[in-house]
């Protein structure tokens, strides 16, 4: 692009030079471009009356971070809600920079309006232990045989039986009641398996086929198979607007309404929030920005528009409608699925604690928890 | 300690892709943090200048396969189509030096090759077992039910197939340069112990004690042994225990020459012939899995090259954070274009703030790991010129110690 030949290559015209006392400037300079390509948009009636919310996602597109702003949204105006990890990384502990949870629901987040939120990490070793002194009392043989890597072994031979022990305690926080023959938890949020997994994780009619036909574990597994195709659960898909998150979000809605189980919403993470009115992000994504305007703006604003500077930001504002007509195409493609979506924009101050309450917040604006 | 370790001074990576003393180099790092691509990125440099590359990747993006050419169920390198390699521009040729100077590849220019494929573990798993023991003995292990369980959902066997397929694309002696790319999870480096994980499962100790009592360990536990025999028999049902038993015979001659295997491989690794590349983007938890991977790889002494810091946002244009916002202040609404490149610039600011942040706290931790920054494209890399330019961002030269991230920035 030229920067120094003034003049020789911008349009000009009406736009270029001064805009001062310009009366048609819009009110604002963010976001022109439609959020949802042509796709439905907001919180759906499943996901309101739904109990269990799966949230699954490819690796690296911030879904616990969402699990855990979604608990928080289900959690406002006074709910008690689980946030439930079933794969052992201790994900919650490290996004709410508390030390690693045990294998116990503990009080993690306080909501607006005095809601609670709960965490569980899940830990499959306790849960298939849990089982096995229940139904059988080992004692001293179940200390022994943990140590000798018994449960791997059991879990190795039968892989459908990891995820029907973790479903397993899924299912029965759900179910749990209290004294009051209230439901323990409003809602329980599973930060579930990655996207490449979640259908075969969660579709134990198939990993029963590993099982004896009898026992307390296939006792158990029907249970959660009731549940998970009930009104009371929903799955929820993370994707970043980006094509290799967004291919495994479209085949993992596929994988799910093939096994039958209930697609909630898509939610977007990290969106970019566009700077640009809809009309300059072609021109500027093919560097035909008009620097005329940036020079004369930048020198109205005190700055020495020198031809590097101008050249770097209008680089940089390439860049970002690059970026922004990525995602827009992105969104269009996510649209095909017919499912609702929700979207949350990129935290630049990066998605930290504070960030997930700001997430909360902007789920709650998008209908969540209510 | 060895030489390999004090190699990390710095991070060049032109070298390392360009010694012919180096055959193979390792990618490890979390999930999204681009790992695939940086490893079929150093392999196209590395074929620019002239070797024959392998690349051996596990879960390409579907364009990226499709750019490499790999089909849907191919278990062995195809050769990449380079169009362009003649076109590359002079910062993409060989000059035949590394960094000190030294003559790295023959002057005389020889077209490179790239080889490129995707990990099929069942296969790599059925070619292991048919090339190690008879064709009546390997047909009698390919139909058992229980093989079908481990060969393709055994936690690790991913990662040590990969390892199998490195040994055995090395074996054959073919390619100058081997690039492999490693699952995307901190149990990627299991492969290190794979030869004991794996055989502690197949030498079939805990079956044997569930499918033949009355012997060793059961006489100590005693009754509290039966129990657990009837818990798990009770779990996964009597059937699954009894394939399981007869796999565990049948595979039992095997063992010796995997674990040999296994040996030889990781001996490769750790010779001076091997470098690992540890990938992160600077977000919290792709940099605290890259901490892990460093740290595990020199426990085990492994030839750490460096950190590739993938996407980063260093600034295009030389304004600082006040100016940038005073002028957006003084401008008001007057100007959108203008305003729309200062936001976006005062995004980038901030979002580069953080990063040096972030970065410098891993080079706290790890002083002596260089590390190589690769600005982020606005687009997802899945085509050859994208590729390229990821080439020359990686063999630009790094830096330890956090030099590189202090000078950047106009915060």
Known sequence: MSVSGSGSGSVSGPTSGSVSGSGSVPDSVAAAEPRTGSGVTGWPRAARRARLHVVTGKGGVGKTTVAAALALALASGGKRVLLAEVEERQGIARLFDVPPLPY?????????GGGEVRALAVDIEAALLEYFELFYNLGFAGRTLKRMGAVEFA??????????????????????????????????????????????????????????????????????????????????????????????????????KAANLPVGTIIVNAATVSHLDAASLTPAAEQRLDTERLVAGLSMAGIDAKPELVAGLAAETAHHAVRVLAEHDCRVQLAE?????????????????????????????????? | MTAALRAVAHFDLRAILTDPSIRVVVTCGSGGVGKTTTAAAMALFAAGQGRKVAVLT????????????????????????????????????????????????SQERKSGELWAMMLDTRLTFDEMVQSNSSAERAAQILENPFYRTISTSFAGTQEYMAMEKLSQLAGTGEYDLIVVDTPPS???????????????????????LLTSPGRGVMRVLGAGFQLFTKAVTSVVGGQMLADAGRFVQLFENMLGGFRERAQATYDLLRSGGAAFVVVATPEPDALREASYFADRLRADLMPLAGLVLNRTHPPMADLSMAATAEA????????PLTLAALAIHGDRLTTRAKEIKMRARFDRAHPDLAVIEVPALPFDAHDLPALRKIGTSLTRGGTAGGVQAGSVGGG
């Not at chain 1, 116990?104 to 607006?112: C, G, H, M, T």
């Not at chain 1, 459908?160 to 749990?176: A, H, Y």
């Open chain 1, 104 to 112: 116990q629901e503990r009080k993690i987040a306080v909501a607006a």
């Open chain 1, 155 to 256: 879990t190795t031979l039968a892989p459908g039986l990891r995820d029907v022990l973790l479903t397993g305690k899924i299912k029965e926080t759900v179910t749990r009641r209290g004294s009051d023959n209230l439901p323990a938890y409003d809602a329980v949020v599973m930060d579930a398996p990655p996207t490449g997994r979640i259908a075969t994780f969660l579709n134990v009619t198939v990993a029963m086929a590993d099982l004896a036909r009898r026992g307390p574990i296939r006792n158990q597994a029907d249970g959660v198979i009731n549940l998970l195709h009930s009104e009371d659960t929903v799955v929820h898909l993370v994707t970043l607007l980006e094509d290799m998150p967004v291919s495994e979000t479209l085949e993992a809605i596929a994988g799910l």
């Open chain 1, 337 to 370: 699925a017919g499912v609702p979506m929700l979207e949350l924009p990129r935290l630049v101050d990066g998605a930290d604690l504070g960030g997930v309450y700001e997430l909360a917040d902007d789920l709650a604006g998008q209908g969540v928890g209510r």
């Open chain 2, 58 to 105: 596990i879960d390409p993006a579907k364009r990226l396969a499709q750019s490499l050419g790999l089909g849907e169920l191919d278990n062995v390198p195809r050769r990449v189509v380079l169009p362009d390699l003649d076109d590359a521009g002079p910062d993409d040729r060989a000059d035949g030096r590394g960094i000190d100077g030294r003559v790295t590849v």
């Open chain 2, 186 to 208: 901190r149990s990627a480096l299991d492969f290190l112990d794979a030869p004991q994980r794996l055989g502690s499962f197949l030498d079939g100790r805990m079956i044997r």
């Open chain 2, 328 to 335: 957006a202040g003084d401008l008001a609404r007057e100007d």
